[in-house]
């Protein structure tokens, strides 16, 4: 990382003026360092098991509209009957839920989480703006 030297422009006791471009790669260090302590802390999650990163295509799928339950159920190596099978509900019940047909249950969505080890925030479909 490279330092600039800063040159103030004016002192007081209370104050500093500095240029434009000397606040700039300040407010750019100051990112930069949040942006490492942040990466650091994700890391010791991920090593400690706390958290798990998903691929970008799992992502990109449901950003793209696809249904959470479908990518991460496809992620994991699940067939829909498997998945259902894993989560001890009907097939046909899993497939409406895929295909927006039928929310789910609460309790279907739990079972569904928990089969396919996510969280149960990270199966909700988000809603379309109308």
Known sequence: MKVLP?????????????????????TELLTDAQD???IEAI?????????????????ERILDGGHPI????????????GLAEAAGIAPSYLSEIESG?????FDAMTRIASALRVPLDLL??????T
């Open 6 to 26: 800063i040159k103030p422009i004016a002192e007081t006791p209370d104050s500093v003026t500095l240029t434009r471009a000397d606040f700039e790669a300040l």
């Open 36 to 38: 490492l302590a942040d």
């Open 43 to 59: 890391s010791a999650r991920l090593e400690a098991g706390e958290t798990e990163a998903y691929p970008f295509e799992v992502v």
């Open 70 to 81: 479908t990518a991460f159920r496809e992620h994991r190596r699940f067939t829909l009957r």
């Open 101 to 105: 047909k039928k929310p789910g249950s």
């Open 124 to 129: 909700a479909k988000p809603h379309e703006s």
